[in-house]
């Protein structure tokens, strides 16, 4: 999966000379919490609800809401936007994007075709991800196992389950208790979850969770 197959679009751009108030009544009504800053087609920054809400008066200001709205109105995106900017391309792998993004501590980046912005990835995008990676909206039994790590053990599960009948919805690998093996999270159709159970306990080295959901 790359990213531009989950990337958000189309994408809601903001020019660098809009005074912040009227920005953050955008990406309100967007509801989005970035924004990429174009200017003549050429990305130039990015902008966040929290870079605009940082640039704006306390709430233990002695200002009037007039004098506050005044002083809004003359600070442009360009004086609080982030100029140097992270992007990815949109054919990288998605979970390239999700390490860059876990790794620089940054919610979105815009994905660019060249020169040209087509699209924003978050971390809302990455949610979705794993939801479908996880089945998470489909029903069926999903069971958490400990396998050992070594070749041929994920074929051995497979198998029983194709012949009991069953369909697996998802599968995943994570990193097990120690070196020596691996915890499984997989979820099942066409199979009961007392009969799954059985069948995990012929080849795993503990079943730590089983449930229908």
Same mark, same amino acid.
């Given at each position: 999966?790359?990213?531009?197959? #989950? ?5 809601? =751009? $903001?020019?660098? !000379? ?11 009504? @967007?509801?989005?919490? #970035? %924004? ?14 929290? !870079? ?8 233990? =200001? ?23 900017? $992270?992007?990815?391309?949109? !054919?990288?792998?998605?979970? &390239? ?5 876990? !790794? *620089? ?19 809302? &995008? ?5 939801? @479908?990676?996880? %089945? ?5 039994? #999903? ?8 070749? /041929?053990?994920?074929?051995?599960? +497979? ?8 369909? $697996?919805?998802?599968? /995943?690998?994570?990193? /097990?208790? +120690? ?5 499984? *999270?997989?979820?099942?159709? /066409? ?6 159970? *059985? ?7 503990? $079943?730590? &969770?089983?449930? *229908?959901?």
């Amino acid at each position: 999966m790359l990213v531009g197959q #989950r990337m958000s679009r189309p994408v809601i =751009t $903001i020019g660098p !000379d809009m005074p912040i108030s009227d920005a953050l009544s955008l990406l309100k009504r @967007e509801n989005i919490r #970035r %924004a990429p800053v174009v200017k003549r087609g050429k990305l130039v920054g990015i902008v966040t609800i929290a !870079d605009i809400m940082n640039a704006s008066p306390s709430q233990a =200001t002695s200002l009037s809401i007039w004098e506050i709205n005044y002083l809004l109105s003359k600070i442009k995106v360009n004086e609080v936007m982030t100029k140097e900017v $992270i992007t990815v391309p949109e !054919d990288m792998p998605i979970e &390239d994007a999700a390490r860059l993004m876990a !790794d *620089t501590k940054i919610g979105g980046l815009p994905v660019m075709r060249g020169k040209e912005i087509v699209g924003m990835i978050t971390e809302t &995008d990455l949610f979705k991800v794993f939801l @479908e990676m996880m %089945a998470a909206r489909e029903v069926g039994v #999903r069971a958490s196992f400990l396998m050992p790590n070594q070749a /041929g053990e994920l074929a051995k599960v +497979s198998k029983l389950v194709y012949k009991s009948g069953g369909n $697996i919805l998802s599968l /995943g690998t994570f990193a /097990g208790e +120690s070196p020596s093996n691996v915890l499984v *999270t997989m979820k099942v159709e /066409g199979v009961e979850q007392e009969s799954l159970r *059985t069948l995990l306990e012929s080849v795993a080295v503990e $079943i730590q &969770d089983i449930r *229908t959901c």
